[in-house]
């Protein structure tokens, strides 16, 4: 069984650039979760989905973050435009239902924002 | 609000036992689950616990007090490959998920 796939694994802007990170959840997999993970810190959930409805993003920066899951499936994340503290790594991970029980993550986006 | 506490560090010597605890602070609690991630890595999950007790996989154990808001992770048989961060996450009402800072685990040969 394929794992979550994530790219890119790198990204490195200017502050005020636009980036997009794009996921794809485990085949099957109807959660899908997007987090930020600051060195040193635990993950902080920005945004979750539910098939393609959004049931959490109560975390999400929405002046300049966005996320969008089409067709229930793959997911992209924006940031745009981008701040020196949005350096982090970002993280994907989706489960098979709604109980957040069993979280699987993708390799992540480093992103460093300069 | 919402919170949880690990310890920051936790150093053991290989073949011994350690158990690294984490305390929560919610409204609406659903499940505690454990995640290791090495350096460079990304989280892999562990273990859950919705009920109290004790659930066992291998060499890892996770265990839940819900009226105490307590859980801990054992690992057994420490090995050096077990060096790596461990969160505690909480799965809370609105299906949102709470995870810890981390707890660094050493083990020393």
């Known amino acids: 069984e394929a794992g979550v796939a994530q790219s890119p694994r790198y990204k490195i802007i200017e502050k005020r650039q636009s980036v997009a990170f794009w996921c794809n959840p485990i085949?099957?997999?109807?959660?899908l979760y997007w987090y930020q993970q600051i060195l040193g810190q635990g993950p902080k959930l920005l945004i979750q989905?539910?098939?393609?409805?959004?049931?959490?993003d109560s975390q999400l920066p929405k002046d300049r973050f966005s996320a969008e899951r089409l067709k229930g499936v793959d997911s992209t994340l924006k940031i745009q435009p981008a701040k020196l503290e949005d350096s982090a790594v970002y993280l994907c991970?989706?489960?098979?239902?709604?109980?957040?029980?069993?979280?699987?993550f993708g390799p992540g986006t480093r992103l460093t924002v300069l | 609000g919402q919170s949880l506490e690990q310890p920051s560090e936790v150093t053991a010597v290989e073949g011994a036992i350690v158990q690294i605890n984490c305390t929560y602070q919610?409204?609406?609690?659903?499940?505690l689950s454990w995640y290791q991630q090495h350096d460079g890595g990304a989280p892999t999950f562990l273990s859950y616990?919705?009920?109290?007790g004790l659930e066992e996989t291998g060499r890892f154990s996770s265990f839940l007090s819900r009226s105490d808001s307590y859980g801990y992770l054992l690992l057994q048989e420490l090995q050096m490959k077990d060096s790596a961060s461990y969160f505690c996450?909480?799965?809370?009402?609105?299906?949102?998920?709470?995870f810890g800072a981390g707890t660094r685990l050493f083990v020393k040969a």
């Open positions: 919610t409204s609406g609690f659903y499940g």
């Open positions: 085949s099957g997999h109807a959660t």
């Open positions: 989905f539910q098939n393609n409805g959004v049931v959490d």
């Open positions: 991970a989706s489960s098979q239902g709604q109980r957040n029980d069993a979280q699987y």
């Open positions: 616990n919705a009920l109290d």
């Open positions: 996450a909480i799965y809370t009402g609105g299906f949102k998920t709470i």
